[in-house]
């Protein structure tokens, strides 16, 4: 068994000029704590988490200085304002056992998956619980 046998995909993503209210809605309608973002091409440019998302909908106050026309204050309005570089990545043909050595030793609880730069699918602790049985077996 290798990662990509317990993967999710087609991944769902988002591109740098997502807005964040419409990051939130994917994260919320699909359950989701990580959100891969992506180029055109499907290339991984980075990550989006809820605690991006919630941060940057409550902007501590020196944060939040920028006003619209209204005077009325904001904060940041898009995906790329507020993602970051993924933590580590895995491959598709990563042992499940040494990909779930790498999730806690990252801390996360979701990493993406590329294969030749190109994003392939997402893992998360979810997909590990599921092909735990499978994997005790191995």
């Not at 309608?29 to 992506?38: A, I, K, M, N």
């Not at 989006?48 to 904001?74: I, K």
């Not at 904060?75 to 040494?98: I, N």
């Not at 998956?113 to 049985?133: C, M, N, Q, S, W």
């Amino acid at each position: 068994m290798q990662t990509r046998d317990i993967m999710t995909t087609p991944v769902i993503a988002v591109t740098p000029s997502t807005p964040l209210d419409d990051a939130a809605d994917v994260m919320a309608r699909g359950g989701f704590t990580t959100l891969p973002v992506v180029d055109p091409a499907g290339r991984l440019l980075g990550v989006v988490c809820e605690l991006d998302l919630v941060r940057a909908g409550f902007p501590a106050p020196q944060q939040n200085t920028d006003a619209d026309d209204e005077g009325t204050p904001h904060g940041p309005s898009t995906v790329a304002t507020v993602m970051r570089a993924p933590d580590v990545t895995v491959p598709s043909d990563l042992d499940p056992a040494e990909l779930t050595r790498r999730m806690a030793q990252a801390g996360v609880r979701a990493l993406p998956v590329v294969d030749e730069g190109k994003l392939v699918g997402i893992v998360t602790f979810r997909d590990v619980l599921r092909a735990l049985p499978e994997i005790a077996k191995s």
